[in-house]
């Protein structure tokens, strides 16, 4: 099983960006923690953060054909970018959408999710660990609807 991660504007900033609401954790120890359990799990993983739109869409479309699921985090996309939603629901990969926060008790603009109507799930509000659970489950659903 092949999975992508990918993660959408300023999550790079992960651990420097309002560390309050985001967690002390830098984007590259959360790659390492994504790498590792995918090890653990016998699971291909790739990793990729942009922060601009259309290359976020490029690597959704690189993903037909050649992974098994998606994990991804659009970041502030999430809220505004019908072209993200539209690159999920074209390459029909089974899709998870995380979150660090807790989008939906936040301001009213972040309340508004494209991705979500293509998403097999949602998970926000369980900080870096929503990544790990949102592999676990592609991992536990993998085949299904096949
Ligand atoms: C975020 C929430 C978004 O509203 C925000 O723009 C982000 C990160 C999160 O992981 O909680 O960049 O997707």
């Not at 309002?18 to 699971?43: F, Q, R, S």
């Not at 690189?62 to 993200?84: F, M």
């Amino acid at each position: 099983m092949k999975i992508s991660v990918i993660n959408g504007p300023n999550l790079n900033m992960l651990g420097i960006r309002e560390p309050g609401i985001y967690g002390n954790t830098n984007y590259n120890t959360l790659c390492e923690m994504i790498k590792a359990h995918c090890a653990d799990k016998g699971v291909e993983v790739t990793l990729y953060q942009s922060n601009h739109e259309g290359c976020l869409v490029d690597e959704i479309q690189n993903g037909y054909g050649e992974v098994d699921g998606i994990v991804i985090n659009p970041g502030a996309y999430t809220h505004t970018s019908i072209a993200i939603l539209d690159a999920v629901k074209a390459v029909g990969i089974p899709t998870v959408e995380v979150h660090i926060s807790e989008v939906d008790k936040r301001e009213d603009f972040r309340q508004i999710s494209y991705i979500r109507l293509a998403a097999k799930k949602t998970i926000s509000g369980h900080g870096i660990m929503g990544y790990i659970e949102a592999i676990d489950y592609l991992i536990e659903n993998y085949g299904e609807g096949k």
